[in-house]
């Protein structure tokens, strides 16, 4: 049986700049309030893109159309920086931007059902 040594934060936050291509700025700013999400951070991330059904490059056009959706500019960057290294082309980004633009822009109607029945209530 192998021992497998548990990396350190230091080399996580090493492995996240390999991946992304420049420093993770949010994690080494998590690191020093709460280093010991670090790790939890990687194999979340690990868990979710070994997952079998749904390939890598329609995890990352989805991990961009959330980050867009939720208004987190650093994040969407990086996930279209992450997904082109994936595979994803400019159209496909594109496309993901305006699902995400459509799904958040149908949403104002849902959230708006009980103000509308109110007003068609009324005479």
Not at 84 to 95: D, L, N, P, V
């Amino acid at each position: 049986m192998t021992d497998k040594q548990t990396p350190s934060v230091d080399q996580i936050l090493k492995m996240m700049a390999e991946n992304l291509g420049e420093e993770p700025i949010p994690m080494i700013l998590m690191s020093k309030l709460v280093p010991e999400w670090i790790p939890r951070q990687a194999q979340e991330r690990k868990f979710i893109f070994e997952l079998p059904h749904i390939p890598e490059k329609y995890k990352h056009l989805i991990m961009i159309a959330v980050a867009a959706a939720v208004n987190s500019h650093l994040c969407t960057e990086t996930f279209i920086k992450l997904a082109q290294r994936a595979g994803a082309s400019k159209e496909e980004i594109g496309e993901a931007l305006l699902a995400a633009r459509f799904a958040l822009a149908s949403t104002i109607f849902a959230t708006a059902v009980e103000g509308m029945e109110y007003l068609s209530k009324q005479a």
